[in-house]
């Protein structure tokens, strides 16, 4: 298993740009959700997905969009990046039920200008 | 609400010695805890968890936290800390009554010295 994969590793945006952030996993699971990490502040939910064709916002969601097509994939879009939106990116996915692991991809870092 | 708190941004200790990670803690509920390790960009690795059962909790590369109910804590710990723990530490909470929702510590940043 590939676990939680994210693409792309790094990525330089204007402001105003838009673009998507992908995340795909291959454990099957039902959950996935999208964190922001920045320094200091620990990791911040932006999205949630409970399963496929169903989505949820969380603390922070202003700017961003998310759809759950598949199990497998969870894209983030910034519609317009602005550079408050300049943070590691973090996709996770776990089984649903709150007694389990999240497991987490990589990281995507984010820099718009 | 549930939140998590992480008073120490860092933590030094010199390699050999015991290692303390401190986490606090606040829900409704029952709560479900989490420890995640970051190393230098890299993602977030599952330590340990607690749901319930011994206070004890062991977990991967020899570290263990203790649930403590009465001061809603859940400190990580390592008896004898290496040059290789250094690295970023993130308590996690969920709420029994908040489904799947996690929620982080800002995360303390271990150095061990050799």
């Known amino acids: 298993n590939a676990g939680v994969t994210q693409t792309p590793k790094f990525q330089v945006l204007k402001t105003g740009q838009s673009m998507t952030l992908q995340c795909a996993q291959d454990m099957n699971h039902e959950y996935m959700s999208w964190y922001r990490q920045d320094p200091g502040m620990g990791l911040r939910l932006i999205h949630y997905s409970v399963g496929a064709g169903i989505t949820d916002q969380g603390e922070v969601p202003n700017g961003y969009n998310v759809s759950r097509s598949t199990t497998e994939d969870f894209p983030l879009r910034l519609l317009s990046a602005a550079p408050s939106q300049t943070s590691v990116y973090f996709c996770?996915?776990?089984?649903?039920?709150?007694?389990?692991?999240?497991?987490f991809g990589p990281g995507t870092r984010l820099l718009v200008l | 609400a549930q939140s998590v708190a992480q008073p120490e941004d860092q933590v030094n200790v010199a390699e050999g010695n015991p290692l303390t990670v401190k986490c606090t803690y606040s829900v409704s509920g029952n709560p479900y805890l989490f420890w995640y390790v970051q190393y230098p960009n890299r993602g977030l690795q599952f330590l340990l968890k607690y749901i319930t059962g011994d206070n004890l909790v062991k977990g991967s590369y020899g570290f263990e936290a203790e649930f403590n109910k009465s001061q809603t804590s859940f400190h990580l710990k390592k008896p004898s800390a290496l040059v290789s723990d250094s690295a970023l530490y993130f308590c996690?909470?969920?709420?029994?009554?908040?489904?799947?929702?996690?929620?982080f510590g800002g995360g303390t940043r271990v150095l061990v010295k050799p």
């Open positions: 996770a996915s776990s089984y649903s039920g709150a007694l389990e692991t999240q497991y």
């Open positions: 996690a909470v969920r709420d029994s009554a908040a489904g799947n929702k996690l929620t």
